[in-house]
């Protein structure tokens, strides 16, 4: 089964909380009805979902007229920051920067008080990006067959990090487990930018990571890059092999991402904002970054995003149940 979950954020500076000036909007006419655009990202900062946030804001910001002001949420595997935009007025000024994570997989192994297709609209996808499977350099694993053969001599002696329970960081290393026989601790964080920090320093030794927020450390001594997860190898980083290619079946993913607001809001508010989301999107400087972390533009319609998530929810009901992953 080839499913997608579409992941240097050191080289993206975290912006100030009012991005920049804006323009104008041209009259009257065409003025967005909100005095500030806030982009709610479920994470804390540093990880994929922050990054984009802040790279698509200041084009929103120019082409809405109003300052656009990111927003970090984090906790609970993403559900605190994505309640907040479910619950917040449907009015257009508030949107959510989500992925598959709270959008398709924790419906299924959280007991949530809302229902993210049903509650949320889809303005329209942002990226989509592979990722990787890494260790700490002190880890004596120099590719995947070593890595299990490791698991599996001392079973419970290793651990791998996530961004949380339910995390496709999560599933991904439940379905090592699964596949291999080969058992490692789970440890959830609030997010993923902490859980690199920990591999990093070699508090855990083992995680997935999108190629988009592992950029930066990609020739970093203090790590081991051991598999990609896309079908096929990446361009960007062509001697990496894939997870199938190391010896697992259907083991494609990517992670992605997309725009949200409440349900409810007008549907011109959803139509203007999409509009200049894929106007950003199509932005030189946009697509020529997002490329250089290792992520692809998406992009479409709202009514494009809701079709292709519509898919999705259930390919990753079934990803749930093949890991036989639960919440932490």
């Not at 001392?154 to 596949?179: D, F």
């Not at 320093?201 to 001594?221: N, R």
């Not at 083991?251 to 992605?256: G, R, S, V």
Request: charge should be positive; proline fraction near 8%.
């Amino acid at each position: 089964m080839n499913i997608r979950f579409t992941c240097r954020a050191a080289t993206i500076p975290l912006l100030a909380a009012t991005l920049g000036a804006v323009m104008p909007a041209a009259n009257a006419a065409d003025a967005f009805p909100c005095q500030v655009l806030k982009i709610v990202s479920p994470y804390p900062a540093g990880g994929t979902t922050d990054i984009l946030a802040r790279l698509i804001a200041p084009g929103l910001a120019k082409g809405l007229g109003v300052p656009v002001i990111v927003d970090n949420k984090a906790g609970a595997s993403s559900n605190i920051g994505t309640e907040s935009v479910v619950r917040s007025a449907p009015d257009g000024c508030t949107a959510l920067l989500g992925n598959n994570t709270g959008i398709a997989i924790n419906r299924n192994l959280y007991p949530l008080k809302y229902d993210p297709t049903r509650d949320l609209t889809a303005v329209g996808l942002v990226a989509s990006t592979p990722l990787l499977l890494y260790v700490n350099a002190e880890l004596p694993a120099r590719n995947v067959a070593e890595l299990v053969d490791l698991l599996k001599k001392s079973p419970g002696k290793y651990s791998y990090a996530s961004g949380g329970s339910g995390s496709p960081q999560h599933l991904l290393g439940e379905m090592i487990k699964m596949q291999k026989n080969a058992f490692m601790v789970h440890i959830p964080y609030r997010g993923q930018g902490p859980a690199l920090q920990d591999v990093l320093g070699g508090t855990v030794p083992i995680a997935f990571e999108t190629v988009t927020a592992l950029t930066p450390q990609l020739k970093s001594p203090r790590i081991r890059i051991l598999a990609i997860t896309s079908a096929q190898r990446f361009a960007k980083l062509p001697d990496v092999p894939t997870m199938n290619e190391s010896g697992f079946k259907d083991f494609a993913f990517e992670n992605w991402y997309g725009l949200f607001v409440p349900a409810r809001t007008p549907a011109n508010q959803v139509e203007r904002l999409s509009q200049e989301l894929q106007k950003v999107l199509k932005s030189p400087e946009v697509t020529a970054k997002l490329a250089d972390l290792g992520s692809r533009d998406v992009g479409g319609t709202s009514e494009q995003a809701t079709r292709f998530i519509a898919k999705e929810v259930p390919l990753w009901e079934a990803v749930v149940k093949r890991s036989g992953a639960t919440v932490d």
